[in-house]
């Protein structure tokens, strides 16, 4: 079975400061792991995604992604945060194969303060 | 904009009534997946189809249903409707069939039971 958990359900940082948000997954396969962001009132968008590739992954807007299987963790982070930044990013997690469905995380609150 | 459409955009209805919620993939796109976004219980994948069968089943209800036709477009049945259903409904599209796909999402319909 797979799991997701978004360690703060919201963080608040300066426009300019560095931006981490954390996830740790469990999944008895290799796991699949993305970031989606939720604008208001808007539908789910695909930052990144890891597929079992490269280790660190980058995104779009500037966000990237660390897969530490050892720590079994997923953390997004980006350099510096902009005020459109602000939204619901969800973690998400699904097995390498088969018809698994994704797992979504419960969501972490970005607010980026001017 | 994904290229994914939903509607209606918003639907409001009684306890005991049923709804239709549709969505057009993104051209090209053979898997429909929907999903429910709700306060309490966060997001949650449904049901996926492709090519007009079938895929992958999440947490849906029995009195809910989906189909999708041979112009790939997809609906999502919500019948016996009762208040904890009021939630936002997804849908997501992506080119073949595997979940770990990139998924495109649609903007939501927001259905609210009275």
């Known amino acids: 079975a797979q799991s997701v958990t978004q360690l703060d359900s919201h963080v608040s940082v300066s426009e300019g400061t560095p931006v981490l948000l954390r996830c740790n997954y469990s999944?008895?396969?290799?796991?699949?792991l993305f970031w989606y962001v939720q604008h208001p009132n808007k539908g789910l968008q695909l930052l990144l995604k890891?597929?079992?590739?490269?280790?660190l992954v980058k995104g779009i807007n500037g966000f990237e992604a660390e897969f530490k299987k050892s720590e079994t963790s997923f953390h997004l982070t980006k350099p510096s945060a902009h005020m459109s930044d602000a939204a619901e990013y969800f973690c998400?997690?699904?097995?390498?194969?088969?018809?698994?469905?994704?797992?979504f995380g419960k969501g972490t609150r970005l607010s980026v303060i001017a | 904009d994904s290229g994914v459409t939903q509607t209606p955009k918003h639907l409001i209805t009684a306890t005991g009534q049923r709804v239709t919620l549709r969505c057009s993939p993104r051209?090209?796109?053979?898997?429909v997946y929907w999903y429910q976004q709700s306060l309490d219980q966060g997001l949650q994948f449904l049901i996926q189809?492709?090519?007009?069968?079938?895929?992958a089943k999440g947490n849906i209800l029995e009195r809910f249903s989906a189909q999708q036709f041979p112009d790939l477009h997809s609906e999502l049945n919500l019948s016996s409707l009762e208040l904890g259903d009021s939630a936002l409904y997804f849908c997501?599209?992506?080119?073949?069939?595997?979940?770990?796909?990139?998924?495109?999402f649609g903007p939501g319909t927001r259905l609210t039971v009275l």
């Open positions: 997501a599209s992506s080119v073949e069939g595997p979940i770990t796909d990139t998924q495109y």
């Open positions: 999944s008895s396969y290799s796991p699949s």
């Open positions: 890891y597929t079992s590739a490269a280790t």
């Open positions: 998400v997690v699904s097995a390498f194969s088969g018809n698994t469905p994704l797992v």
């Open positions: 051209s090209g796109d053979l898997s």
């Open positions: 189809y492709y090519n007009g069968e079938e895929r």
